[in-house]
Structure formats: structure tokens, C-alpha cells
């Protein structure tokens, strides 16, 4: 609309004495600067007149109709003066836009509102203001659509993996949280746990862009394999998670997590490698709470991976009963540190060509109020799931210290003292920090220090590890890698990391003398440690055939039931003497 013509039309309804309803006029402010104002506003402006018959508004006429208008609607909105509303937009109707500006023009109160357009080719978002003019309406509007799609995808970023589009934790519990009010007694409703397996090794060896275009496969994957209304969601590193609503009950949960690890084994394009997953269900037993059913679905995948992974568990009743166990343990544990019930035992470590006692291995063991003594292995897992690991390992460290200053004061600088090590305590910035407190605090040799810990331990996190481990060895304290020979690529991580010793794990000297297998297997472990110059130190020796074995195959240390079983700080004490005379 030209500036003469936007005069024109204002100007009829804007005359002095006869200002626009809701509204004051000043004189000065005349038809050529209101055109003005109407041409260079970047909000669109319309003026709208009513159509009456029989005093009921059946449409309304456009009057004044600015350029910004046209720019935002797309067309030439200009020609439209003169004509009617409803003829010429008829989508004001169905979008209810009509019945707002009849409201306004009615009742003269104004009408601010943002409304969705999808009609005569545009399909955006508007902030509208309306007010009464004369008998009709002026609007002013301006397009939002780039501001709500950009709040809309905040409100998607909010609630979805940036990496694969999943939802993420957030979402997923709401959906679940929703999905367990509507639950009915006789439908279930199922969460599924889906974590990778050895998508770490995969990660670490082929790098993150590969590892982050397998976790966008497996993304893809599982929601082809899920029911269509099912969700899948991404908690971040390999773990998925699948809400399935609507269940006849576990088969109907089980069949859909069989069709889930199908369509992950299909081999990738241009990649040798195969994915496989381990998935636990935990359905909804009707007192369930969507942190319930993750933590139970979780438990569940657990007893998947202890059996090899690539399959599915079903949380149940014996589960649970672990479970509560579990937790029951971590809650006496937590007492038994304070009430100072834990004890390191000492089982002494053997030179095997001279049979001289030259150090000991640290073992933690709790004096349980109801259950007796327990090994570690009855408990430390608990602990490693927890913080709680991280308190006691600096309690063994601490007493190691302890008992290497009284060897040091009765003359013993010779013989040595090993602790075991978590992953969560190297993870941690203080391990070194610890060390190197409970060394001084003691006055106990450096040297006579050794810190064992696992393959597991090492790949947990190995450039953090390495890091870890050099500062260590950089005191003088000395490092084993416990457990040799049950991991995946332990030469390589013998070779790699600052290892000191390799201890043999028991597992392949129980079965030495009887068994070729194993026999064969610890024979070929011990030359691959002295080709890459380390030590060898076998566990679980019980016999003197056993020990005639390992002599021969040139282990340099042992320690078992054979020698010594765990003792007292006092006991080893004594035989340090007995051996010094």
C-alpha cells in the first residue's frame, strides 16, 4: 500500500475531533506522519471495520493495511482494502481468529494473545494485539516463528540425547511416572535395560567418532526393534533404557527383548565388529516407582553380564532378596567402619629359590558382629559400588604403612608389604596424596610398598590410570597387576603400564600338575612375562607338587595355603625372628 494511500484510509478515521475508540489523537499527529509511522513499523498493522446485518457482525473490511504487514504474511495485503475478511482469508474462522476480534470489537476490551496460523499457505506463529477502533478493530502482529522453534528446541534439547535424539533420563521417568497411574491390573508395563557389551574395549581401540557412530546405530536399531508407542531413551555412555506399555505379561517383555538383540547382531557396514548387548526387564508388579524399576531393570542386566552378556535377565524374586542382601550389607558395612570392625590379615609372599619369607599380601577381613569372619570376597564388592571403598582402601594403606615401620624398626628393611587397590580409588585425585601421607605419617619405606590392582582396574579409565600410576611408581612404590592372565590383552597392559610384578591368578595354579591345560597355560604365561622382564609371583599354592612346578618353569615368588595361611601383624612378626636367627 502506497504512503498516499495509507493517508487516506487513516486519515477518514482520525480527523480532528473524531479520535479512534480506546484512544487519543494529539492534532499535530496528522494523516501524512500516522502514514509515516504505519510505513516504517517493523510489527504489522491492520485496521478493520465491521460488517453488520441485522446488528450482528457477520465479517469485517480492511481500512488501513501497513508494507510490514505485507513482508510478514507473504502476499500483497495492500489490494485487500476494501474487501472482506472471511472472503478473502477464510482461515480466520477456523482459527478462531474471528471470534476474537468480534469479542474485542463487542466488548472494546483488548485481546493480546500468540496464536498458530496454518492457512492460505503460511504456517507460522504470531503475537497479536487487538483493540477496539471505531466499529472494528486495529491489530498489530509480528511473526514468532523463529522464536518458537528456537524454544522449541531448547525444550527438546532439554529432554533428548544430543547424540542420538533419544530422550534422555529426564523424559524417560516422566514417561514412566505417567504410564504407572494409567497402569491397568490386568496390562503390565515393562522397563528394559540395554547396556552394551565391551563397548569400552571398542571405544578405546577404535576411537570416539567410531565409537559414537555404533552408539547411533544401536539407537536406530533399538527403535526398529521396539513396539511402535514404545520409548527408548539414552542415559549417556552405552546405556539405553526401553519403556514397553501395554504388556500381556513377561513373555510378550522377553519376546521383544529377543527381536532388541537380533537386530543389534546384524553385522555394521564397512566393520568386522559385531554388537551385543546385555538387557534386564523389571516389570511393574503394581507398587513400582520409576526409580524402582530402573534400579531393579539394572540389577537385572547385571545378572546378565556375570553370565556373559549378549542375552536377557528377568528381575525376580531371588534378585530381590539380592538385592535387599546387598543393601543390607552396605548398611552394616557403613557401621562396621565406625564401630572398627574391619582387620587387615597378612599372608607372607616366598622366594621360591631360597625360600626365604621377603614380603606379605594385605587382606581385609570383617569381624561381623552376627556372621563372623568374612573374606573379602563376601563383602568388597559391596564396598567397590559405593565410596565406601575408598575410606577402607585408605584405612589398608594406612596399616600397611603401619606394620612396614615396625618391620623397619626390628630390622626388616628387606621385606615387603602389598595392598589391593580399587578403580574408584586411582579414579580419585588423592590416591597419591594418600600414599604419601600415610608413608610419612608411619616413617615407612617407600620401597617396601606395593599397590596391586586388576586388568579391570587398568581399563577402567587408562589414560587417568597411566597418569595415576606414574606419580606412584615416581615415590618409589612399587606396582602389581593382580589376577595375570584373566583379562583381555594383559600382556599388553603389563608392557604398557609402569607394572613392577605380575601375580598369577589362582585360578591356573589349581589346576598345575593334573590338568595339561592348565599346566600348558601357566607355563606360556611365565615365559611371556620374563620376555617382557617382569617378575612373576603365582597365588593359591597349596601343595609341594605345585611349588616343584613352578620352580621349574622359573616362577620367582608364590604364595598360598602351602606356605602360610593369613595371619596376625604379630604373627608374621614372629616369623620374620625366627627366620632372621
Not at 502 to 508: A, G, N
Not at 520 to 536: F, G, K, M, N, Q
Amino acid at each position: 500500500m502506497t504512503s498516499a494511500g495509507s493517508e487516506q484510509a487513516w486519515s477518514a478515521h482520525t480527523s480532528p475531533g473524531s479520535p479512534p475508540a480506546g484512544g487519543i489523537v494529539a492534532p499535530e499527529l496528522d494523516g501524512e506522519l500516522l502514514a509515516r509511522l504505519l510505513e516504517s513499523s517493523p510489527d504489522g498493522i491492520m485496521a478493520l471495520e465491521a460488517v453488520r446485518e441485522a446488528g450482528e457482525i457477520v465479517d469485517f473490511v480492511w481500512l488501513v493495511v501497513n508494507p510490514a504487514a505485507e513482508r510478514i504474511v507473504g502476499r500483497r495485503m495492500a489490494d485487500l482494502v476494501g474487501r472482506r475478511l472471511l472472503v478473502e482469508m477464510p482461515g480466520n474462522r477456523t482459527s478462531g481468529l474471528f471470534d476474537r476480534y468480534v469479542a474485542v470489537t463487542e466488548t472494546g476490551r483488548p485481546h493480546e494473545m500468540e496464536h498458530h496460523y496454518d492457512h492460505e499457505g503460511l504456517d507460522n506463529w504470531f503475537h497479536t494485539v487487538a483493540v477496539r477502533f471505531g466499529d472494528g478493530f486495529a491489530v498489530t502482529f509480528r511473526d514468532i516463528t523463529a522464536h518458537k522453534k528456537a524454544a522449541a528446541d531448547l525444550a527438546h534439547m532439554a529432554t533428548h540425547d544430543e547424540l542420538t535424539g533419544l530422550a534422555n533420563r529426564a523424559l524417560f521417568e516422566k514417561r514412566v511416572a505417567r504410564a504407572l497411574k494409567r497402569n491397568s491390573p490386568r496390562r503390565q508395563l515393562a522397563v528394559m535395560f540395554c547396556d552394551l557389551d565391551r563397548f569400552k574395549i571398542l571405544n578405546d581401540s577404535l576411537g570416539h567418532s567410531h565409537g559414537d557412530e555404533t552408539l547411533g546405530v544401536v539407537a536406530r536399531r533399538l527403535s526398529e526393534a521396539v513396539r511402535p508407542g514404545d520409548l527408548v531413551a539414552r542415559f549417556g555412555g552405552d546405556e539405553f533404557v526401553i519403556l514397553c506399555e501395554d504388556l500381556t505379561g513377561a513373555e510378550e517383555a522377553a519376546a521383544i527383548a529377543r527381536r532388541i538383540l537380533e537386530r543389534l547382531r546384524e553385522p555394521l557396514e564397512d566393520s568386522p565388529n559385531r554388537i551385543s548387548a546385555s538387557i534386564g526387564i523389571a516389570l511393574d508388579d503394581g507398587a513400582g516407582t520409576p526409580e524402582v524399576l530402573l534400579r531393579d531393570a539394572d540389577t537385572a542386566m547385571y545378572r546378565t553380564k556375570d553370565r556373559g552378556g549378549d542375552g536377557f535377565d528377568l528381575f525376580d524374586d531371588t534378585l530381590r532378596a539380592a538385592a535387599v542382601a546387598r543393601l543390607q550389607t552396605e548398611v552394616e558395612l557403613r557401621s562396621a567402619i565406625s564401630r572398627d570392625e574391619l582387620r587387615v590379615l597378612y599372608q607372607p609372599i616366598v622366594h621360591l629359590a631360597s625360600g626365604r619369607f621377603i614380603g606379605a599380601e594385605g587382606l581385609l577381613r570383617w569381624n561381623h558382629p552376627a556372621r563372623g569372619r568374612l573374606t573379602a570376597s563376601q563383602f568388597i564388592a559391596v564396598a567397590e559400588d559405593s565410596d565406601l571403598i575408598v575410606d577402607i582402601g585408605c584405612r589398608v594403606i594406612d596399616d600397611a604403612c603401619r606394620v612396614l615401620r615396625r618391620w623397619a624398626d626390628r630390622g626388616h628393611t628387606e621385606v615387603g608389604m602389598a595392598v589391593n587397590i580399587a578403580a574408584r580409588q586411582i579414579i580419585r585425585d588423592d590416591l597419591v596424596e594418600t600414599v604419601e601421607q600415610a608413608l610419612e605419617r608411619h616413617g615407612a619405606p617407600a620401597g617396601g610398598l606395593c599397590l596391586e590392582l586388576t586388568e579391570t582396574t587398568l581399563m577402567s579409565d587408562p589414560a587417568t590410570v597411566r597418569r595415576v600410576l606414574k606419580r606412584i611408581s615416581d615415590l618409589g612404590v612399587a606396582l602389581a597387576l593382580d589376577d595375570f592372565g584373566t583379562g583381555f590383552s594383559s600382556l599388553s597392559h603389563a608392557r604398557d603400564f609402569p607394572v613392577d610384578f605380575l601375580k598369577l591368578d589362582r585360578s591356573f595354579i589349581a589346576g598345575l600338575g593334573w590338568d595339561r591345560s592348565a599346566t600348558a597355560i601357566v607355563r606360556s604365561v611365565i615365559d611371556l612375562a620374563h620376555a617382557i622382564e617382569r617378575p612373576v609371583i603365582a597365588e593359591g599354592v597349596e601343595n609341594e607338587r605345585q611349588l616343584e612346578l613352578l620352580l621349574e618353569m622359573g616362577a620367582e615368588y608364590a604364595q598360598g595355603f602351602y606356605f602360610a595361611k593369613p595371619c596376625e601383624p604379630h604373627q608374621l612378626l614372629a616369623m620374620l625372628g625366627r627366620q632372621a636367627s
